[in-house]
């Protein structure tokens, strides 16, 4: 499986932008890159995905990188429910399940 | 769209009864359905993966014998744990992907998890 790298943990303050930095230097051509988020005791939940061009969606952005070898999930205001480790994964187009790394925990500051 | 749902969301059991949890897609066809599991503190270990009418995969380390998994419809899946122990204690979540979704058929939809802990 590609491999995904993310910081650790990341600190925001509530109703700022959250950038969050994922690199996948040895992505595929054929690899989506995805992201999902984790609350406490809750499954894992879909926030946006994207292959080459950066996506928009209601919870998130997704841009990605020219090259596709890093993307960054930006929020665009923090909330105190936006608490979570947000995980970045490439998956392809098959059926081969998605592979969770160790995510970058959100901490939001009110 | 896209849920994906879990029962029991808890459920304790002593030492050597076995547990079933089962797992729907409830407004889609899940043509394959995940399960992981997760310790306190890690993050998800995908066990198995099963697509409809067939027998599931089992990643490396899982005993098959132990996590029954069955897939007997595009909407039901469920794991047993045989004769549990303490050691089986985690949070088993599952995962749907299917047809049906609008706008992709790649990405997975997670349940919201089971809490299992053996005495």
């Known amino acids: 499986d590609a491999k995904t790298t993310?910081?650790?943990?990341?600190?925001?303050?509530?109703?700022?932008?959250?950038?969050?930095?994922?690199?996948?230097?040895?992505?595929?051509?054929?690899?989506?890159?995805?992201?999902?988020r984790q609350l406490p005791s809750q499954g894992p939940e879909y926030v946006i995905h994207g292959l080459t061009s950066n996506v928009n969606n209601r919870m998130a952005s997704l841009a990605i990188a020219e090259d596709r070898k890093?993307?960054?999930?930006?929020?665009?205001?923090?909330?105190?429910?936006?608490?979570?480790?947000?995980?970045?994964?490439?998956?392809?187009?098959?059926?081969?399940?998605?592979?969770?790394?160790?995510?970058?925990?959100?901490?939001?500051?009110? | 769209g896209a849920v994906v749902s879990q029962h029991p969301s808890r459920v304790i059991c002593k030492s050597g009864t076995s547990v079933k949890i089962e797992c729907r897609s409830l407004d889609f066809q899940a043509t394959t359905m995940f399960w992981y599991r997760q310790f306190p503190k890690q993050s998800l270990m995908l066990m198995a993966t099963s697509n409809e009418g067939s027998k599931a995969?089992?990643?490396?380390?899982?005993?098959?014998?132990?996590?029954?998994?069955?897939?007997?419809s595009l909407t039901l899946s469920t794991l047993t744990v045989t004769s549990a122990h303490p050691e089986d204690s985690s949070f088993y979540i599952c995962s749907a992907r299917g047809a049906g979704l609008a706008g992709s058929t790649y990405e997975q939809y997670f349940g919201p998890g089971t809490r299992l802990t053996v005495t």
């Open chain 2, 57 to 72: 995969t089992y990643e490396q380390g899982v005993e098959k014998d132990k996590f029954l998994i069955n897939h007997a």
């Open chain 1, 6 to 36: 993310q910081p650790n943990s990341m600190e925001s303050n509530e109703e700022e932008p959250v950038h969050l930095p994922c690199n996948h230097s040895t992505i595929s051509g054929t690899d989506y890159i995805h992201w999902y």
């Open chain 1, 70 to 110: 890093s993307s960054t999930l930006i929020l665009h205001r923090a909330t105190l429910r936006d608490a979570a480790v947000y995980y970045c994964i490439l998956g392809d187009s098959g059926n081969t399940p998605l592979v969770f790394g160790k995510g970058t925990r959100l901490s939001v500051i009110a």
